[in-house]
């Protein structure tokens, strides 16, 4: 009976060791494990990659300034594994980490303040098996960006003019142009239509792109110091100055920059300080030519008016029809020397508007010069010895 009774134990004992053993193996552990309570060795220990998927949260466009925190979003199937998230392709700058639990509601990061954080994760498992690659997640989008001059001390508003003197358009020196330099309208740069947009935290324009929110210049994006910048070039065609200002004042305007994980849109501002102010009101018989001689300054016509000329005596003045407004010719004698250009006798030629020997000129207006052939203007505009004078969307007719 003894020896009966042991052959069932051993038995049972044998079934129970080979039940655990088999749980054990299926659970991924060899025998050495078992014994010896060691984690799996593998040349290449991986998590099914299969049993992961990500999404990045809705971008936010907080304050200036303000550094926040991203969320990733995923679902995990790996029990009691830890979702490691890094900033960089290599997995090797760690960020933040959470279960497989917190991260369907969301992980929580630190996002590049204004600019693009780029998320990649891998997941670790119970027994230190890890992804079988470092996982892009995608991008996070935070503060939004900055709009500034790209040269700032001498080309920051309308009609400043630097020297074209870089390896491109976008490294000169900055320095003011002086109007003598010999390769003519191409020596210098209107610095005013170059602004510049740096994307921190992205290190290629792949992706990218950006609006204007009035739709106004042309843009191109180029990497600078390892990061992505955005610079304005030029007006669209059809697109000028009118474009951008009121009667008196500038229109506020703002970028939007657009990646995969959305976008996000600067503050709304004035982008440039010139001084606007109505073009001085000469429409009465006798009230002569009027000089236009605040440098720095636009003149705008809101609404169709006769004049008897404009002289513009000083440099970096621009001169604007808004809304279809027309100005028109009406002085009946000659009101500039066609020679100087100026209005010092003699008088030879009518014109609406005179300009000698000043430079960065802006025009951009509608001018007829009368449809009476008795008071009708030579010239819509007498220029004479001028340097970068601009003449851009005008219509002029009965000259």
């Given amino acids: 009976m003894r020896s009966s009774v042991f052959i069932s134990k051993a038995f049972a004992l044998r079934a129970v060791l080979s039940t655990l053993l088999i749980s054990t193996l299926n659970a991924g552990c060899n025998l050495e494990q078992f014994f010896e309570k060691k984690p799996k060795a593998s040349a290449t220990p991986t998590v099914d990659n299969s049993l992961e998927w990500w999404s990045v949260n809705p971008i936010i466009s907080p304050a200036t300034g303000v550094s926040l925190l991203g969320k990733v979003v995923g679902v995990v199937n790996v029990a009691g594994a830890t979702v490691n998230l890094y900033s960089d392709s290599s997995c090797s700058s760690l960020v933040a980490s959470g279960s497989p639990s917190e991260v369907t509601t969301g992980i929580q990061f630190p996002a590049t303040a204004n600019g693009i954080t780029g998320i990649y994760a891998k997941v670790v498992d119970s027994v230190t098996n890890t992804s079988s690659s470092c996982t892009y997640v995608g991008q996070y989008l935070s503060v939004a960006p900055t709009v500034s001059p790209v040269y700032a001390s001498q080309g920051a508003n309308w009609n400043d003019y630097v020297i074209n003197n870089g390896t491109t358009i976008f490294n000169a020196t900055g320095a003011a142009c002086a109007g003598t330099e010999i390769n003519g309208y191409l020596s210098c740069l209107h610095g005013a ?142 009101n500039f020397n066609a020679t100087s250009g100026q209005t010092t006798p003699p008088l030879n030629i009518r014109a609406i508007i005179g300009a000698a020997a000043q430079n960065y000129l802006w025009i951009e207006a509608d001018i007829s010069g009368s449809s009476s052939i008795d008071t009708q203007a030579g010239a819509p505009i007498l220029a004479r010895n001028l340097k970068h004078l601009r003449i851009k969307n005008s219509n002029f007719k009965n000259s």
């Fill in 193 to 334: 239509e170059m602004k510049k947009v740096a994307v921190t935290g992205a290190n290629s324009c792949t992706g990218l792109s950006i609006t204007d929110s009035l739709d106004a210049f042309i843009w191109t994006c180029k990497v600078v110091s390892g990061t992505a910048t955005f610079y304005s070039v030029a007006l669209k065609p059809f697109k000028g100055l009118k474009d951008l200002i009121t009667g008196t004042s500038w229109r506020n305007m703002s970028v939007t920059i657009t990646s995969s994980a959305g976008s996000v849109t600067s503050p709304s501002s004035a982008w440039w300080s010139n001084t606007i102010t109505a073009l001085p009101n000469n429409s009465t018989s006798g009230s002569g030519v009027v000089s236009l001689s605040s440098s720095g300054t636009i003149y705008t016509l809101a609404t169709s008016r006769a004049t008897e000329g404009y002289a513009i005596t000083t440099s970096k003045v621009a001169l604007v029809t808004l809304g279809g407004a027309t100005l028109s010719y009406v002085a009946g004698a000659n």
